[in-house]
């Protein structure tokens, strides 16, 4: 079984920025293409972005509109862990952020695309 374990989030105030970190464990975890996505309270759970690796060997990516610009997802699979960082953090941004993966070399921004997901941590963009 794929483990995942979001780190990184906590209070920042607008235009402030967040790192946070998909460390996976469990299995080789460069096969997976690895999304984030987040749930704001009483809202659907959305898509922000992923990643995979295409077939010359780098990572490319997928965005949100509400996001692109501002948010970057990558991977460092020496270290099995997928990081997004996110700058000019907005009230709306705030959500528990979830990492999710699949054994695919392609990704998607959909939530029933993933079979693997992680526990989530709190995004609060607040002054």
């Known amino acids: 079984q794929l483990v995942l374990v979001e780190s990184g989030g906590g209070l920042v105030q607008p235009g402030g920025s967040l790192r946070l970190s998909c460390a996976a464990s469990?299995?080789?975890?460069?096969?997976?293409?690895v999304g984030w996505f987040r749930q704001a309270e009483g809202k659907e759970r959305e898509g922000v972005s992923c990643i995979y690796n295409n077939s010359g060997g780098g990572g490319t990516t997928n965005y949100a509109d509400s996001v692109k610009g501002r948010f970057t997802i990558s991977r460092d699979n020496a270290k099995n862990t997928v990081y997004l960082q996110m700058n000019s953090l907005k009230p709306g941004d705030t959500a528990v952020y979830y990492c999710?993966?699949?054994?695919?070399?392609?990704?998607?921004?959909?939530?029933?695309?993933?079979?693997?997901w992680g526990q989530g941590t709190q995004v609060t963009v607040s002054s």
């Open positions: 469990g299995f080789p975890f460069e096969y997976y293409a």
């Open positions: 999710a993966a699949v054994r695919k070399r392609v990704c998607t921004t959909e939530v029933g695309y993933y079979d693997y």
